[in-house]
């Protein structure tokens, strides 16, 4: 699906030391597709990974304050496909640190299109950014598509937003293969804990090895587009190498409550969920984003991609997960 029909070889993925860049590594690797993947301190990288199953992955050392970095990596390993998951952010911290988001969440992007830009594999190169459906904020309908506008409540989805359009401006001016994912909330056992669902599940599997009574957490009525990590790196692959390059909305279509993710985990390990949480109503994240809720219809009709794993398995993963490994640890503790 390349410009110049070539098969993809090399990758080089940012932020390889998150979630995603773990994910998109194992698909790509999967796909016998070489990949560099970028990390400020590639030692302590390599370490978090399964050696055996990433035998053409490259750490590399990166500096992601040099202007000039990333077209020293482009002009060095001439990758066919680039993804970036390079952001500055936490569960909760969608206003920590507002200067370096603006950096690392949006101007680093730029940095990426002018090495592309100016190398002369341009035309080849398909690169794909992971956005955030932050950046609809207060949105003016749910659910919201690639049509819907945005207005953006954070440093975080401000700084993802002009990311974003920076990616369509060179699209339109330099026929760049460059497209966004807007990505809703995505799971996996590879989530901090400081993300609501792994804390949930981290917290019920304390509470039932004896180690905690209960577990402290925001409005349960809280409700999310929750899809599961492993398959929204599906689908940036799909835009990267798509012959067309596009923005889509990669998400479920489907809410769930913070309520529900405490009784699907707390039920699978035969407790109420009611009878440990604590719901703090004053806990709200500043200017959250209420009920994001996407509409991945047009990408499913443009690439045939679409969300498999409903939100009660991916609990359940990240529950027997907890259990593995605090039934060990904190029983050699």
Known sequence: MQTDAREPRKAVVTGVSGQDGYFMGLLLQARGIEVIGLARDPASCKAQFDVAGFERFTFEAFDYARPDAFSDVVRRHQPDLVFNFAAKATGQGMFDA???????????VLDILEAIRTSPDRERIGFCQASSSEMFGAAVETPQSERTPFRPRSPYGAAKLYAHHMIGIYRAAYGMRCSSAILYNHESIRRSTQFVTRKIANGAVRIKLGFADQLPLG????????????????????????????????????????????EIAFGHLGLNYMDYVRANVG????????????????????????AKRPIEDIMVELVDHEMTQLSGREARA
């Open 98 to 108: 507002p200067a370096e988001m603006a950096r690392l969440n949006g101007t680093f």
């Open 219 to 262: 409005p349960l009525e809280t409700a999310r587009d929750w899809g599961y990590a492993p398959e929204y790196v599906e689908a940036m692959y799909l835009m990267a190498t798509a012959p067309q390059p596009a923005d889509y909305v990669v998400a479920t279509g489907r809410l769930n409550t913070v309520r529900r993710l405490c």
């Open 283 to 306: 806990e709200v994240r500043l200017a959250s984003s209420l009920n994001l809720l996407g509409d991945p219809s047009q990408i499913e009709r443009d690439l045939g991609w679409r």
